[in-house]
């Protein structure tokens, strides 16, 4: 059984609606606007980015969209990636497991990380976002509309942060994996 550090209650799900960033339904646009390094959450997102020839440098995936398979397309698109890391994270939560894969990741900066979730992954672009230098960019699909474009900085980070503080669990054990101070 995975550990869980924080679980996202119900009556939070309406804040996580709301784009984090700016929304784009080109791939090519958003590429020209993202920073460096490049993290993607979601299958359909990273699909884009290897399909457009960026691969993200680090990538979560769950084999899901919108609750459903996702098509044979767009499994085979997500390729090229140097590292391949299997996770549990079970729904609406953050584990241990993937907090820890995730923040390696990031910190190895030669080559790219799949990470490939078992459970899901949607909540992980907000630990991303702490996670990633300044300058980085979170990618992360918004359900029929597009991908969101995350810049991190001063106020992504701080609106990560007070998310994640919202959530029932060990915060304490949250920030410490993501090397934020409490």
């Not at 791939?27 to 980015?49: K, M, N, Y």
């Not at 990380?113 to 459970?119: E, H, I, Q, S, Y």
Request: glycine share 8%.
């Amino acid at each position: 059984m995975p550990e869980v550090v924080v679980e996202l209650q119900p009556g939070l799900r309406p804040e996580l609606k709301e784009p984090m960033g700016e929304l784009y339904t080109d791939v090519e646009a958003l590429l020209s606007a993202a920073g460096e390094p490049i993290v993607a959450v979601g299958d359909v997102v990273t699909a884009h980015l290897c399909r457009a020839g960026r691969p993200p440098d680090v990538a979560l995936i769950d084999e899901r969209t919108e609750r459903s398979a996702v098509d044979e397309d767009v499994s085979r698109a997500i390729e090229g990636f140097d590292r391949e890391v299997a996770v549990d994270n079970p729904a609406a939560t953050l584990t241990a497991d993937l907090l820890e894969a995730l923040a390696t990741a990031l910190a190895t900066p030669e080559g790219t990380t799949l990470l490939r979730v078992d459970g899901e992954e949607d909540l992980a672009a907000l630990p991303a976002i702490l996670l990633a230098p300044r300058g980085a960019s979170v990618v992360y699909g918004q359900p029929g509309e597009g991908m969101v474009l995350v810049e991190v900085d001063g106020p992504a980070t701080d609106r990560a942060r007070e998310l994640l503080s919202l959530m029932e669990g060990d915060t304490r054990r949250l920030w410490s994996v993501l090397d934020v101070a409490e």
